[in-house]
């Protein structure tokens, strides 16, 4: 039986339809996904993404620990301040990718995917052995709660009264919202403005109504998963278990700059990724867009020039923005220059698709 969020009696209140999503019954949509997509671009989203792991490590050696365990230089984040990074095996492979949050000196929250959370959790407590840190996965007891959209900072401001002019982005704060504490964050994933509130979890319906009631006069809807997809995509965000996983490394994904050699140190992964940095050999993510109505989906083959299976597509969809299909796929490196013409086999007809580059969709400025 999938695990309830939180939230999950407004969800119903609401008529959500549901997913199990990494052992999560999380909503899908509460109506028209594509509606939902539309009010992130243009006015705000609601989204419940308490299924995501939260992992904090506190002690005097937790950026020492974070920067042997991650791919990361964590050390070098600034209290206030957060990074995208990734988790890898020895051999280079993505265990997970992350948002890490220093929260003080000596206290970091590591945000992992839902399907990952126990993994990221487990690697954590045995990098850190031998380091003076304390691993504490608070999964079970943390609420996420996030608004994404152009209105996003002025319904997030009347909420938690936080001065969100001094909040740039990938930086957090702490904050109240509904009378409760939060931890205030400028991050998200839809390529939207936007801000996730971290909660205690018996806190998430107060903040969650607080959050609607303001949000009615700024055009704000709850969302769901299926559309945070769409959205993700758009924006050419990977996602962990379609492009990313342990058969990937950050070069192959074409995220090869969260990789900091730099730093001074051992690290899990360092010697098979200096070693994969300046030989891309295999394939590499793309993305890809055509001018027809059907749009690749995750697993469909890529054919080259003469109708040979050269790669695989890893997600897609007909973008509710862009009014075409996208799509990310994996391809030979000599395949991968913008411009370069390549088809999709959408259940045995060759559709043509064209090699472009990443993102797909970037709001205006």
Not at 68 to 80: D, E, I, M, N
Not at 154 to 167: A, C, F, M
Not at 176 to 189: E, F, N, Q
Request: aromatic share 8%; charged share 20%.
């Amino acid at each position: 039986m999938s695990n309830p969020s939180p939230l999950h009696a407004v969800h119903e209140a609401l008529g959500a339809s549901f997913t199990d999503f990494a052992g999560w019954a999380m909503p899908l949509r509460y109506g028209s996904e594509l509606a939902e997509h539309k009010a992130v671009r243009e006015a705000s989203g609601l989204f419940d993404l308490s299924h995501m792991g939260e992992i904090e490590l506190t002690g005097p050696e937790a950026a020492r620990a974070l920067d042997y365990a991650l791919v990361g230089y964590l050390s070098k984040v600034k209290p206030g301040r957060a990074r995208y990074t990734m988790i890898c095996d020895a051999d280079g492979g993505v265990l997970d990718d992350l948002v890490v949050y220093r929260l003080a000196t000596d206290h970091y929250m590591v945000v992992a995917n839902a399907s990952n959370a126990a993994v990221v959790a487990e690697a954590l407590r045995e990098r850190s052995t031998g380091f003076a840190v304390e691993v504490n996965d608070r999964s079970a007891t943390c609420a996420l709660i996030a608004v994404q959209g152009p209105t996003s900072a002025e319904i997030v401001r009347k909420v938690t009264g936080s001065d969100l002019d001094k909040l740039s982005y990938y930086a957090s704060v702490p904050a109240t919202a509904a009378g409760h504490d939060v931890l205030l964050a400028r991050t998200g994933y839809t390529g939207e403005d936007g801000f996730e509130l971290y909660s205690e979890a018996e806190h998430a319906q107060d903040i969650w109504n607080a959050i609607t009631e303001i949000g009615q006069d700024h055009g704000l809807v709850p969302a769901g998963l299926a559309c945070r997809d769409t959205l993700r995509l758009e924006a050419g965000m990977p996602l962990y278990g379609n492009e990313l996983g342990p058969e990937f490394t950050p070069f192959d994904a074409g995220l090869g700059r969260v990789v900091k050699f730099e730093k001074p140190g051992d690290f899990v992964g360092r010697e098979a990724l200096e070693r994969r940095k300046d030989n891309i050999v295999g394939t590499v993510r793309v993305g890809l867009t055509s001018t027809g109505r059907r749009a690749p989906r995750h697993g469909y083959p890529v054919l080259d020039g003469d109708g040979n299976p050269v790669g695989t597509v890893t997600s897609g969809a007909l973008s509710p923005t862009l009014g075409h299909p996208i799509a990310m796929a994996y391809v030979p490196t000599a395949l991968s220059e913008p411009g370069t013409a390549l088809a999709v086999d959408i259940r045995g007809t060759s559709t043509p698709v064209e090699v472009v580059e990443l993102p797909f969709y970037q709001r205006p400025a």
